[in-house]
């Protein structure tokens, strides 16, 4: 039986979350932005180190507030199966700190909030737009320190527009989840079947 990994992808409005899915399945960047206004969900099977898994991504709204409790979180379909996630991927864009902020506020509302049967996750805060790296607003170290020393979090920069570092970041992704923090640079990842459309629902 394949295994399904789910992972929810959080973030400000205009960080990028839907376009770093877009470059990981169909290697597919546009410039005109489109508000996620809904949650998709899109559906790939990778091969990861030989083995086979059924990838659940979801690209989910701006979120006020991550759910405090299963009441929340069922009635509101943006926040649906949240709080039982394999995996988040919190994204900020570098050169706007109102949206590090937003991470910041998210993710201590993860650690507080996520259903307490299902364990800790791991989460990744992920940097886009490193392509506009002379606009940052905080040097890398500083951040990068902050949040893996700090937050006990994953950290890593990309850009979905020249597509730097977006197979990397599924792959620690896959990592965290499987093994924990596994750093074998030598692991291959294949996408099975990502980049036809029909191997992605839209919700």
Known sequence: MVETLSVAVLGA??????????????????????????????????????N????????????????????????????????NTDAYVLVYDICSPESFEYVKMIRQQIQENRASSSGEAPIIVVGNK????????????????LVKKS???????????????????????????????CRNNHSAMHLQGALHRNRCSLM
């Open 13 to 50: 409005p205009k960080v990028g979350k839907t376009a770093i899915i877009r470059q990981f399945l169909y290697h597919d960047f546009t410039e005109t932005y489109s508000p996620t206004e809904r949650r998709r969900t899109y559906r790939p099977s990778v091969i990861f180190n030989g």
């Open 52 to 83: 086979m898994y059924d990838m659940k991504i979801m690209d989910v709204p701006y979120l006020t507030a991550f759910p405090a409790n299963s009441s929340q979180e069922w009635s509101d379909l943006k926040s649906r199966g949240l709080r």
């Open 130 to 145: 490193r392509d506009l790296q002379r606009q940052r607003f905080s040097p890398r170290r500083a951040l990068s320190l």
């Open 151 to 181: 937050w006990k979090c994953g950290y890593m920069e990309c850009s979905a527009k020249f597509n730097w570092h977006i197979i990397l970041l599924f792959k620690e992704l896959l990592c965290s989840v499987l093994a924990r923090g």
